[in-house]
């Protein structure tokens, strides 16, 4: 049980377009979903936090009009990459928390993101 | 608010050997502790966590884990190293509210024959 689907697992665009990944609790309903960037050789950063039918709450220094965060569904949330630029390059993680503790958080397999 | 620190950036096992990655956290009330484990081009899978009572937990792939409060500690351990343990390890923290999860900058494990 709980597992999250993270697609797609690679993707490269064009500098200036939009990138859009999905994050997909497929067992439970993730109440709370977490973006995560993480650079190479790198620990993961948290870029945002989102509750269902809610707003997301951006970290410090995340630029919210670029990393648009929805999650219109307990089984779904969406991060888009506005704009890229190739500085946006790097690996994102979804997470999910489903209700309870017993839960805990799930992690998807990840999004290589290739800005050109 | 709360940190962790694991210590050691690397790590290098021979195989067959034991092993205990290090991690210390900082968080006033009691923690939610979690070990996982990430190879190349993955997401993370969870090996073993920690909310309350017995404090040596046991995960997957024989890992356990014990969290000792008085040394802010939460070391995870493994008798014998397989190759196919050849990963980073991320050590993190929850708070009570299960908020955010603050992670450890990892230990990455190489593991020699």
């Known amino acids: 049980g709980a597992v999250v689907s993270q697609h797609p697992s690679r993707v490269i665009c064009k500098s200036g377009t939009s990138v859009k990944i999905e994050c997909r609790s497929l067992?439970?309903?993730?109440?709370?979903m977490f973006w995560y960037r993480q650079f190479p050789k790198q620990s993961l950063m948290l870029m945002a936090t989102?509750?269902?039918?809610?707003?997301?709450?951006?970290e410090q220094g995340v630029e919210k009009d670029k990393f648009l965060i929805n999650h219109a569904s307990l089984t779904l949330s969406t991060l888009t990459v506005t704009s890229a630029h190739p500085e946006d390059s790097s690996f994102y993680i979804c997470s999910a928390r489903g209700q309870g503790a017993n839960y805990g958080y799930t992690f998807g397999s990840g999004t290589r993101l290739t800005v050109v | 608010a709360q940190s962790v620190t694991q210590p050691d950036i690397h790590i290098t096992v021979s195989e067959g050997a034991s092993l205990e990655l290090r991690c210390n956290y900082s968080y006033g009330a009691t923690p939610y502790l979690f070990w996982y484990v990430q190879s190349p081009g993955q997401g993370l899978q969870l090996l073993l966590k920690y909310f309350s009572g017995d404090t040596l937990v046991q995960g997957i792939k024989g890992f356990e884990a014990e969290f000792k409060r008085s040394q802010s500690s939460f070391n995870l351990r493994k008798p014998s190293v397989h190759w196919s343990d050849a990963a980073e390890y991320f050590c993190?923290?929850?708070?009570?509210?299960?908020?955010?999860?603050?992670f450890g900058t990892g230990t990455r494990l190489l593991v020699s024959p």
């Open positions: 067992d439970f309903q993730a109440t709370t």
């Open positions: 989102s509750n269902e039918g809610s707003k997301a709450t951006y």
């Open positions: 993190a923290v929850a708070d009570t509210g299960f908020q955010k999860l603050v």
